[in-house]
């Protein structure tokens, strides 16, 4: 296991500036519509050989980023998806252990129990801002 912070390649920064995105590994197949021109793009760093771990705060700031993009667009966590779902070129969805995150400890990562995560902090999110525009009027 490699010790690191988690690093993020930089797609996302440019669509929220109201840019086009560009993708490091562009889709070479065609007729097919390339999630890349629809979705924000976000790659966690890891080997991909199923047994690289992402690290706890790797995986925390995945959740935060995915869920900061839902409520910004108003979009539920069941929107949030993995390569398999978006990749005209069949790219594997991220795969291997995460180190754990909130509570939890060491488990194995899939898109379902992503959606899970992402939609536990929206509604965290949401119940906070709700108290706190209480307390403000």
Request: charged share 30%; proline share 5%.
């Amino acid at each position: 296991m490699r010790a690191r912070p988690g690093r993020w390649r930089r797609t996302l920064t440019p669509r929220f500036l109201g840019e086009a995105g560009t993708h490091l590994a562009p889709s070479k197949a065609s007729g097919t519509v390339d999630g890349n021109d629809c979705s924000y793009g976000i790659e966690a760093e890891n080997l991909g050989d199923g047994k690289d771990t992402y690290s706890r705060a790797q995986y925390d700031a995945w959740v935060r980023i995915n869920t900061a993009i839902c409520r910004e667009y108003g979009w539920f966590a069941e929107l949030v998806a993995c390569h398999r779902k978006t990749s005209v070129e069949g790219k594997p969805d991220p795969a291997g252990p995460v180190e754990g995150y909130g509570t939890r400890a060491r488990f194995e990562f899939t898109p379902g129990q992503f959606r899970k995560d992402v939609a536990e902090r929206l509604t965290a999110v949401e119940k906070r801002v709700t108290a706190l525009e209480k307390k403000g009027t």
